[in-house]
């Protein structure tokens, strides 16, 4: 149980381009989710949480209106790169936690590779 | 940043234990020490999460110090497949990513 899918896996995309990443719980409800990049060797950076039918909330430094984040229902998270730039491309990676487990014990999906030429 | 310290490598031979150390010495008393590990590529995945008494799940076992300050992972029988960068973390609120521990189980 708990699994959460990403889609695309990998994507490639001019510049200037708008480019959605789709994160789902697959068998639970995922009450929030959580959205990470990830620079080559580098480790995780939190950009944003979101909960269910509520605004996100973004980290400091991530711009809300470039990085749109929608969770419009307990089993779907998007994430939409607008006017993407070559210095997007990045590994993004979604998670999800549910009612009833420690905020922290998330759930992760297998990642985005966004590469923008 | 993150408050927790970690060797950046280890190397552990296959079906040994494999032993994975974390200093967080600023740790407060109501702050969780989890336990993530993330292979190649792929997202991280959630290992084990502890409090002050020792934790044990079928993934791995959480020893933490009697004052905190201190936890160590251990994979009782380590697998090539366990070769991974494995991320010590201390938060209450939000999972604050350093640069973790890469383990290679050699054959």
């Known amino acids: 149980g708990a699994v959460v899918s990403q889609h695309p896996s990998r994507v490639i995309c001019k510049s200037g381009t708008s480019v959605k990443i789709e994160c789902r719980s697959l068998?639970?409800?995922?009450?929030?989710m959580f959205w990470y990049r990830q620079f080559p060797k580098k480790s995780l950076m939190l950009m944003a949480t979101s909960n269910e039918g509520s605004k996100a909330t973004y980290e400091q430094g991530v711009e809300k209106d470039k990085f749109l984040i929608n969770h419009a229902s307990l089993t779907l998270s998007t994430l939409t790169v607008t006017s993407a730039h070559p210095e997007d491309s990045s590994f993004y990676i979604c998670s999800a936690t549910t009612d009833g487990r420690s905020y922290n014990e998330q759930f992760f999906g297998p990642g985005t590779r966004l590469t923008v030429l | 940043d993150a408050k927790t310290t970690q060797p950046p490598s280890m190397d552990c031979a296959e079906g040994r234990a494999a032993n994975l150390p974390c200093n967080h010495s600023?740790?407060?008393?109501?702050?969780?020490v989890y336990w993530y590990r993330q292979i190649h590529s792929q997202g991280p995945q959630y290992i084990i999460h502890?409090?002050?008494?020792?934790e044990t799940n079928e993934m791995a076992s959480l020893i933490i110090t009697e004052d905190r300050k201190s936890s160590t992972l251990i994979l009782p029988h380590a697998t090539l497949r366990d070769t991974a960068v494995y991320y010590c973390?201390?938060?209450?609120?939000?999972?604050?990513w350093g640069a973790g521990t890469k383990l290679i189980i050699k054959p």
């Open positions: 502890g409090l002050k008494n020792n």
């Open positions: 973390i201390v938060e209450n609120y939000q999972l604050i």
């Open positions: 600023t740790i407060s008393g109501n702050e969780y």
């Open positions: 068998d639970f409800q995922a009450t929030t």
